[in-house]
């Protein structure tokens, strides 16, 4: 089960996500674990847990000026069975005006969420596209 928290939830669930996002942040980003922090406390970043008997991953997402859905982090265990919940999040990403899911990651990424790479950023991640 896929689940998101609002940002009057987050100092609650915080102390057992920061793993997963610390995790994600060191694979490279140019977001800190405080940077995430604020973001989900504006609202301006969204958090999405997938649960079994505990959290097995965690996202962090951000929606950019209408357009995009950006998938700032995402880390986990039993990825194969949390990643085909990834179209509830491109759902409500597209209902929030989105016309794209991006993400920033490693090359591997694109085969797994199945977004064809558009081309490198600034930190030499691949970034990868899917119109929704």
């Not at 920061?18 to 674990?33: H, Q, T």
């Not at 030499?124 to 596209?129: A, I, S």
Request: net charge neutral; proline share 2%; charged share 25%.
């Amino acid at each position: 089960m896929i689940v998101t928290y609002t940002e009057k939830q987050i100092d609650g669930i915080w102390s057992r996500v920061v793993p997963f996002i610390e995790r994600a942040l060191e694979r490279g980003s140019i977001w800190n674990i405080e940077d995430i922090y604020d973001g989900l406390k504006e609202s301006t970043f969204q958090l999405w847990a997938w649960k079994d008997d505990g959290i097995e991953a965690v996202l962090i997402t951000c929606l950019v000026k209408d357009k995009y859905c950006v998938m700032l982090t995402m880390a986990g265990s039993k990825m194969y069975e949390w990643i085909k919940f990834l179209p509830i999040v491109e759902n409500w990403a597209r209902q929030n005006g989105c016309k794209e899911m991006m993400v920033h990651g490693r090359k591997g990424w694109s085969r797994v969420l199945k977004y064809p790479i558009v081309r490198m950023d600034e930190l030499g991640l691949y970034v990868m596209e899917k119109q929704l």
